[in-house]
Structures are given as C-alpha cells and as structure tokens.
C-alpha cells in the first residue's frame, strides 16, 4: 500500500532501564520484529530516532529528529517529514504486538479519511486514544513544526486541534485476530516486559 510506516525509536527507555527497542519477543529484538512485520504492509520503513549504527542491520531507513530531546512529536515530526507518501502509519518501538494486521487496518482507514477531510485516525482500544499506533496526514506538518518550536510537547494536547478520524480498534483486533488490549501494549517497565514474553507465548485469545 502505499503508505510509509514510522517506527518511534529515540527516547531515553529511562523506566526500562534498557533500550526498549531491542528487547527480544519470539527471539529477535522488537524493533527487528516490528520492521519485518510492517515492511509486508506498507511502501517504505522509517526508523525515526535512536542509534542509527546498531540498527544499521535492518531493512530500514534511519532518520534523525530535528527537534532532538522533544519526545515521540519530535520522531513522528521527522518521520512525516522523510516520507515520500501523503499518509504514514506511526508506531511506538515497544509495541511488540502492533503487527502488520493493525498497519493493515489503519492504512485502509486512511482511504475513507481521505475522502472526509481528515488529517489523522486515530484508533481507541477499550476507551483509549492510540496516538502512538495511528496514522497521520503529511499535511499535519506545519502545525507540528509550529507546536515543536513553541516548545509544546504534549502529544494528546496536539492530537486534540488536528481533524481526525477516532475508529473503534475493536474491529483492528479482529483483523489481527488477537485481543484488543495487546495491540497497542507497550513495554514501559520491566514488569511491562515480562507481560509482553507471556502474551507472545499464548496462543491468541488465551489470557495470561
Ligand atoms: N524519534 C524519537 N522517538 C521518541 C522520542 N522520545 C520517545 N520516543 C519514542 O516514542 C515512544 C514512546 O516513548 P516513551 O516510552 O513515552 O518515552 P521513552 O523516553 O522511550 O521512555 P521513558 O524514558 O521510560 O519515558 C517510544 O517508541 C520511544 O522510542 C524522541 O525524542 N525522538
């Protein structure tokens, strides 16, 4: 399809204490997973932030941020950015199940969105915005320029002035055939962690 998927990478993984990105799930580090899984799904991979020489192995292209230190804003800023495609599919390095079923999903939405005006869809898994497994309009740009140089970092406080589509992720849980609360689960913690290896060796649809 052509649409680009933006892989979040910089941050500090301060709470992990690790570099989150290369945590194993299924033997390889997640974000070789995410790059193998959403490379089947969309035209190009964007990795946006993060140590361009130990991720130099992967089919990706590396981007720096602009607005260095400014949080995931400043990743989808330079990841919008270094996309040749109107639409690009952003999601978290730590989301270890955001597979290419959910990027399927979002870039289909994105068709629809188009035709209505909209500039983002955003999905909301059990109740909850998903700005970070969601996929925004290149003309999105300008105004996150103008909010990362005002020095507002907040991701939702931005989310909120754009014109966006909020779908039920329930129905991207059923494409991805697993539940809705793994698909935009992201390692923050250790305990986060040890979750995420327990739901990654249970069959989908079985509890841990
Ligand atoms: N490119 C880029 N990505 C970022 C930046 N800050 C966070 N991210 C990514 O955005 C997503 C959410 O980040 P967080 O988990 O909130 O922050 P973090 O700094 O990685 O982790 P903590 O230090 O524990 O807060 C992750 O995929 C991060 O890799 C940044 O400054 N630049």
Same mark, same amino acid.
């Given at each position: 399809?052509?649409?680009?998927?933006?892989?979040?990478?910089?941050?500090?993984?301060?709470?992990?204490?690790?570099?989150?990105?290369?945590?194993?799930?299924?033997?390889?580090?997640?974000?070789?997973?995410?790059?193998?899984?959403?490379?089947?799904?969309?035209?190009?991979?964007?990795?946006?932030?993060?140590?361009?020489?130990?991720?130099?192995?992967?089919?990706?292209?590396?981007?720096?941020?602009?607005?260095?230190?400014?949080?995931?804003?400043?990743?989808?800023?330079?990841?919008?950015?270094?996309?040749?495609?109107?639409?690009?599919?952003?999601?978290?390095?730590?989301?270890?199940? %955001?597979? /290419?079923?959910? #990027?399927?999903?979002?870039? *289909? &939405? =994105? !068709?629809?969105?188009?035709?209505?005006?909209?500039?983002?869809?955003?999905?909301?898994?059990?109740?909850?915005?998903?700005?970070?497994?969601? %996929?925004? /309009?290149?003309? #999105?740009?300008?105004?996150? *320029? &103008? =909010? !990362?140089?005002?020095?507002?970092?907040?991701?939702?406080?931005?989310?909120?002035?754009?014109?966006?589509?909020?779908?039920?992720?329930?129905?991207?849980? /059923?494409?991805?055939?697993?539940?809705?609360?793994?698909?935009?689960?992201?390692?923050?913690?250790?305990?986060?962690?040890?979750?995420?290896?327990?739901?990654?060796?249970?069959?989908?649809?079985?509890?841990?």
């Amino acid at each position: 399809m052509a649409i680009t998927a933006v892989i979040l990478a910089g941050g500090r993984s301060s709470r992990m204490g690790r570099n989150k990105a290369l945590l194993p799930i299924g033997g390889i580090p997640v974000i070789e997973k995410l790059v193998k899984e959403l490379s089947q799904v969309t035209e190009t991979v964007l990795i946006a932030g993060g140590p361009k020489e130990t991720y130099s192995y992967l089919e990706a292209e590396m981007i720096s941020d602009t607005f260095p230190g400014a949080g995931p804003l400043a990743g989808l800023h330079a990841g919008l950015k270094a996309a040749a495609t109107t639409w690009s599919v952003v999601v978290a390095c730590d989301m270890p199940f %955001a597979g /290419r079923e959910a #990027v399927r999903w979002l870039a *289909e &939405r =994105t !068709l629809q969105a188009e035709k209505e005006g909209k500039e983002a869809v955003i999905p909301v898994v059990e109740g909850r915005e998903q700005p970070l497994l969601a %996929a925004y /309009r290149r003309s #999105v740009l300008p105004g996150l *320029e &103008r =909010t !990362l140089k005002e020095g507002q970092l907040k991701l939702t406080r931005w989310t909120e002035g754009l014109k966006a589509d909020y779908p039920d992720g329930a129905a991207m849980a /059923r494409a991805a055939g697993i539940p809705a609360e793994r698909i935009p689960f992201n390692m923050n913690r250790p305990e986060d962690y040890r979750q995420a290896l327990a739901w990654a060796e249970s069959p989908p649809g079985e509890e841990v």
